[in-house]
């Protein structure tokens, strides 16, 4: 099984690499999570695009923030696994290199999410650390994590 991953700017995305992203976070956010929100924010043209395919298919992908878009620091959003994939590893794949993209891209030194809560335990596994309390953000709980890059 062949596997890659890409990362591109909103205005670099093929129109094919832009309806398959919007069809897997359809496919994961709002019919399998039933969750009736907007996805087209109006932020994905400002963001970077990490796309992880397995044998040409998309299996995983994640948007990059600028620090300002959403918080003050850069954030990774929009974290979704094809849920044919789950459980192989490729969610740790994903999350590793879109946190080395964003240091790449953005060269800040922290990094926030916006977690589900009955995730937490995945990405403290990859650094992250809970801050606050947790809220419902479209009916789901989740609670606001950062990374701190450690410069030595």
């Known amino acids: 099984m062949s596997q890659k991953y890409t990362v591109k700017h909103y205005k670099d995305l093929t129109t094919a690499e832009l309806y398959d992203l919007l ?16 996805d087209l924010d109006n932020k994905d043209q400002q963001c970077y695009h990490v796309l992880y395919y397995l044998d040409d298919q998309l299996a995983g992908y994640t948007r ?5 878009l959403s918080f003050n620091d850069v954030a990774i959003g929009r974290v979704v696994v ?7 590893g490729l969610g740790k794949k994903l999350m590793e290199a879109s946190i080395n993209c964003c240091y790449d891209k953005f060269g800040h030194s922290s990094i926030r999410i916006s977690a589900q809560k009955r995730l937490l335990k995945f990405y403290q596994t990859l ?20 990374k701190i890059k450690i410069i030595l």
């Open 23 to 38: 069809r897997l976070r359809n496919e994961v956010f709002i019919v399998e999570q039933n969750c009736s929100y907007l």
């Open 64 to 68: 990059l923030l600028p620090s300002g």
């Open 82 to 88: 094809s849920p044919l994939h789950r459980g192989t």
């Open 127 to 146: 650094g992250f650390k809970a801050e606050g309390e947790p809220y419902y953000e479209d009916g789901i709980l989740h609670v606001e994590m950062v």
